[in-house]
């Protein structure tokens, strides 16, 4: 894991956010660490954390545990109709190259 991405994993019984994203449902609601939430398999799964994008081209990521079977992982958010926010972002602002990154 990259120092990176160390430094924006999450742990915690907050919102699962970093310094400037956050993880929302479809409906732009913040998602919680331990909120369980549906796979496009209709399957159940306990969000643990998760590591922001690091790039334009990235989703990002989440982790935690199959409900059914208990085993765990990390997926793209979009495996749970998720995805992640970032908050410089004005509305309708678009910013490209590095400085969407700084």
Same mark, same amino acid.
């Given at each position: 894991?990259?120092?990176?991405?160390?430094? @924006?994993?999450?742990?915690?019984?907050?919102? +699962?956010?970093?310094?400037?994203?956050?993880?929302?449902?479809?409906?732009? @609601?913040?998602?919680?660490?331990?909120? @369980?939430?549906?796979?496009?398999?209709?399957?159940?799964?306990?969000?643990?954390?998760? +590591?922001?994008?690091?790039?334009?081209?990235?989703?990002?990521?989440?982790?935690?545990?199959?409900?059914?079977?208990? @085993?765990?992982?990390?997926?793209?958010?979009?495996?749970?109709?998720?995805?992640?926010?970032?908050?410089?972002?004005?509305?309708?602002?678009?910013? +490209?190259?590095?400085?969407?990154?700084?």
């Amino acid at each position: 894991m990259s120092e990176h991405d160390e430094e @924006n994993r999450f742990n915690t019984t907050q919102e +699962i956010s970093s310094k400037s994203w956050r993880l929302q449902d479809a409906d732009g @609601n913040p998602v919680v660490v331990g909120q @369980n939430v549906m796979s496009f398999r209709s399957e159940e799964f306990k969000l643990v954390g998760g +590591i922001p994008p690091h790039k334009p081209a990235s989703s990002g990521k989440v982790y935690g545990v199959w409900i059914e079977s208990g @085993n765990d992982g990390t997926y793209y958010p979009t495996v749970f109709n998720l995805k992640w926010v970032d908050l410089n972002l004005e509305v309708g602002e678009v910013l +490209i190259g590095e400085e969407a990154y700084l």
